[in-house]
């Protein structure tokens, strides 16, 4: 069962498409939960390639690492500005994803594939990135 609560909301302004997605998945759900969260945002990226994309997720993954440096398998590039920001942000530190979680791994390597960076940088009381936003506009 899918107990991913999703709502997308696309705008154009300027000719600029813009899509926002919100998303919640409970705590504990399984890796397939995630392969259907994945399949969505896929789609709406094979689909629109131009779009500017805005996930605001509350992921319920307490194992998810923040990553500095984004991997774009699909056009081959990163991005300095952010880097250098992000650099700043972590003291200087790379820090990479060393997860033994299957969910947390299918989610990242989504995100990197489809160059997505992960905007904020702020931790909730447990010091873990559970409420985590992502975005194609970097």
Not at 17 to 45: E, K, N
């Amino acid at each position: 069962e899918n107990n991913v609560e999703e709502l997308w909301v696309g705008v154009i302004f300027d000719e600029v498409q813009y899509v926002f997605r919100s998303v919640y998945i409970p705590p504990a759900s399984p890796v397939s939960t995630y392969d259907d969260h994945v399949g969505s945002l896929s789609y709406i990226m094979d689909n629109l390639p131009n779009a500017k994309l805005f996930i605001l997720g509350d992921y319920n993954l307490p194992s998810f690492v923040h990553w500095v440096e984004p991997i774009d398998i699909k056009n081959s590039h990163a991005v300095a500005g952010s880097l250098s920001y992000l650099n700043q942000l972590n003291n200087n530190s790379n820090t990479i994803l060393i997860s033994n979680n299957e969910c947390v791994r299918t989610l990242h390597d989504c995100i990197c594939f489809y160059g997505l960076l992960q905007l904020n940088h702020i931790h909730n009381s447990n010091n873990d990135f559970l409420d985590i936003v992502f975005s194609n506009l970097y």
